[in-house]
């Protein structure tokens, strides 16, 4: 049977829709097909994750990108829910969060972050990093199934 490729889903938790457009933006010239799901705080993120409420038919994310400043719960907490679950667990996720504390990489990391990126100000730079998590993990990568 051959490979059909589908859509990556891609679920941004991100509460600054500034954030959100530019994202989207420095996403949009890839060549990989992709659906973006916005949750824009902890608790829509978790909803959305377990298949709650108005998620209840959502498409489980093959990558989650993930700020730490969020209302409701902050990244560290939905982060923790993630990894301790063992349906989720297999999900990368990518810190994208405008700290550069050693503090908040640490923690990621000790919480089991696949990767922490710091979001640059300038939207060349923030394009050019969002160029390379594309590449390495859209392309490169290999994705759980």
């Excluded at 010239?29 to 829509?44: C, H, L, M, P, W």
């Excluded at 993120?45 to 998620?55: C, F, I, M, Q, V």
């Excluded at 640490?106 to 160029?131: G, H, I």
Aim: proline share 5%; glycine share 4%.
């Amino acid at each position: 049977m051959d490979y059909i490729p589908r859509s990556l889903q891609v679920l941004l938790v991100e509460d600054n829709e500034g954030d959100v457009r530019l994202i989207k933006e420095a996403f949009s010239e890839s060549k990989i097909d992709k659906t973006f799901s916005v949750a824009r705080d902890g608790e829509e993120a978790l909803n959305y994750l377990y298949a709650r409420g108005k998620y209840a038919e959502r498409t489980k994310p093959d990558i989650i990108l993930l700020d730490i400043n969020l209302p409701k719960k902050n990244g560290f907490e939905i982060l923790e829910s993630i990894k301790n679950d063992p349906e989720l667990k297999k999900i990368p996720v990518i810190m994208l969060s405008s700290s550069s504390s050693e503090e908040h990489i640490t923690k990621s990391y000790d919480l089991n972050a696949n990767c922490y990126v710091t979001k640059p100000v300038d939207f060349d730079e923030y394009t050019q990093a969002v160029k390379i998590i594309e590449d390495f993990w859209f392309q490169m990568a290999k994705l759980p199934g």
